[in-house]
C-alpha cells in the first residue's frame, strides 16, 4: 500500500465525489454554483470529476456556500492532504500511459480484484521474464526503448509487491483461458517457469485462479477486463485496449461485467482442477 492514507488517486476521487453530493444536497446545479462563486462551471465540473485539484482557498469557499459544519469542513481538509500525496505509480509516469497509472491507483486501494484474461497470464501473477517478453512483443507495434522495457518490468514487479503482497492484500480472482497457457512468450524455459510461478501463487489464501479449458462452452465473448471493488466507493472496471483504456463507471454496465465474470468462473474448471491443467502445460514447456 502506498500510504496509510490510501491511494492518492482513490482520494482524489472521492473528493469529487463529496463534493458533488454537497452541492446537489443544496439544490444547486454546478452553474448555478459556479455564478455563486465567480467560478466558470468547468472548474465546478472539473474539481467534482477530479480532473481538477481543489486549492484550500477552493474547499474554504465551497464550504461556505453549501454551509458545512467544521468537522464537515476538516473531513475534506483530510481528504485533500491525502489526495495531495504521491503514490508508487508516479515514479514511473514516463514509462507507462496515463490510463494505466490511473488504473494503478485505483487498484492500489481495491479490495477485491476480479480479472478475465483470455490472451496472456495476468500482470499480476507473471515472472520476471516472461513480463519482459510480453512487453518486448509490443514492440512490433509501438516504439519502446531498452529502458522503457526495463522501467515496465520493474514497474509490474513492484506492482506484484504493493498489491498481493502488502499487509492485508485484496482478494484477487482470475479466469483465464486455457490459450493463454499455450501461448508462447519467450523460450520454453520462460514458460515452463511462468507455469510453476502461476501454480505457486494460486494457492496463496488471496489468489484463486480459475481455468477455462478450450473444450468448454465459451459463454460470453469478450476482450480481457478487470473489475474492482472499494470499500465505501462505487466498482470500476478497466479495459485496456491496443492503444488506450477505459474506465466503465456507469453501475448498470458494472453490473453486466460481475455477471459476465460470474458466468465465466462458474464455466471454468474449479481451482484444484485448474492446477492440475497448469501442471500439465508446465510439463509440456520441459519439451
Known amino acids: 500500500m502506498p500510504s496509510q492514507q490510501g491511494s492518492p488517486t482513490v482520494r482524489r476521487l472521492r473528493l469529487g465525489q463529496e463534493l458533488r453530493l454537497l452541492r446537489e444536497r443544496r439544490k444547486l446545479t454546478g452553474a448555478k454554483a459556479a455564478r455563486d462563486l465567480g467560478w466558470s462551471a468547468s472548474k465546478v465540473s472539473r474539481i467534482e470529476a477530479a480532473k481538477t485539484m481543489p486549492s484550500t482557498e477552493d474547499i474554504k469557499a465551497l464550504a461556505k456556500l453549501y454551509r458545512l459544519d467544521g468537522d464537515k469542513l476538516d ?10 500525496q504521491r503514490g508508487w ?3 514511473y509516469e514516463d514509462a507507462l500511459p496515463e490510463e494505466y497509472t490511473t488504473f494503478l491507483g485505483l487498484e ?5 480484484q476480479r480479472n478475465w484474461e483470455p490472451q496472456a497470464v495476468p500482470g499480476l501473477l507473471q515472472t520476471e521474464d516472461y513480463a519482459r517478453e510480453v512487453i518486448l512483443a509490443t514492440r512490433g507495434i509501438a516504439r519502446i526503448t531498452h529502458s522503457g522495457v526495463r522501467s515496465r518490468v520493474e514497474a509490474r514487479l513492484d506492482r506484484q509487491q504493493r498489491v498481493l503482497h502488502r499487509p492485508n492484500p485484496c482478494q484477487l480472482s482470475v479466469v483465464l483461458d486455457e490459450a493463454a497457457l499455450m501461448r508462447r512468450f519467450g523460450e520454453p524455459s520462460v514458460m515452463r517457469e511462468q507455469m510453476e510461478h502461476l501454480l505457486e501463487m494460486s494457492v496463496l489464501p488471496h489468489v484463486s485462479v480459475h481455468v477455462l479449458p478450450l473444450d468448454a462452452l465459451h459463454p460470453v465473448n469478450t476482450g480481457a477486463f478487470i473489475h474492482l471493488k472499494f470499500s465505501g466507493f462505487d466498482d470500476v472496471v478497466y479495459l485496456e485496449q491496443l492503444y488506450t483504456a477505459d474506465f466503465v463507471e456507469d453501475l448498470e454496465r458494472v453490473a453486466g461485467y460481475e455477471m459476465a465474470f460470474d458466468h465465466m468462473r462458474s464455466e ?16 509440456l514447456w520441459r519439451r
Open 75 to 84: 473531513e475534506l481538509f483530510g481528504l485533500l492532504r491525502d489526495a495531495e
Open 108 to 112: 492500489a486501494e481495491a479490495i477485491v
Open 89 to 91: 505509480w508516479e515514479d
Open 268 to 283: 471454468a474448471l474449479d481451482e484444484d482442477e485448474s492446477r492440475v491443467l497448469i501442471q500439465r502445460k508446465a510439463m
